[in-house]
C-alpha cells in the first residue's frame, strides 16, 4: 500500500490517509481481506503520528472500510457500508454539491461538469479489476 500525504495540504494528515485508502478499495487497488499495515508500521512509514494513523483507520472501520481482528490485523472489509441508503445518498449529495460550487467559481458550465463527470466514471470503470465470478 503506498500512499503520499502532502504536509502543506489544507486536508489534515488522517484525512488523506483516509481519502486514498477509500480510492484505493473503490479502484480495485486493495481488496476484499488484504491486510494493511499496523498502525505502527502506517506511521513510520509515512512519518507521522501513530495517532494520526490511528484515527484514520478508526475512520475507515467506522465508515465498513476495514475491520479489525484483534491479535490479527487490519484488513479491508467485505459486506456493504454500514449507513442506510439514504444516508449514502445524503453524503454523496453533499459531495455533488461542493463540486458544483466549486465549479462555479472556476466558471465551468454545466454541461461541461456532465461531460467530466462522464469521463471520469469511464475512466474509473475501465481501471477497476475486472470481477471473475468466483467468490
Known amino acids: 500500500m503506498q500512499l503520499h500525504l502532502d504536509p502543506s495540504s489544507a486536508t ?13 478499495v473503490a479502484s480495485g487497488g486493495m481488496r476484499v481481506g488484504d491486510q494493511l499495515p499496523s498502525v505502527r508500521d502506517l506511521a513510520v512509514s509515512l512519518r507521522v503520528n501513530r495517532n494520526t494513523a ?8 467506522a465508515e465498513g ?23 449514502r445518498f445524503r453524503r454523496l ?14 466558471n465551468i ?16 470503470e475501465m481501471n477497476r479489476p475486472k470481477s471473475t465470478g468466483k467468490s
Open 109 to 124: 458550465p454545466p454541461a461541461e461538469i456532465a461531460s467530466l463527470l462522464e469521463r471520469r466514471l469511464h475512466a474509473f
Open 65 to 87: 472500510v476495514l475491520a479489525t481482528r484483534a491479535g490479527h490485523g487490519t484488513f479491508v472489509a467485505a459486506g456493504s457500508s454500514r449507513w442506510s441508503r439514504q444516508e
Open 54 to 61: 490511528a484515527k484514520a483507520y478508526q475512520m475507515l472501520e
Open 93 to 106: 449529495e453533499r459531495l455533488a454539491d461542493r463540486l458544483l460550487v466549486e465549479a462555479h467559481h472556476l
Open 12 to 24: 489534515p494528515l488522517y484525512a488523506q490517509v483516509v481519502e486514498q485508502v477509500k480510492a484505493l
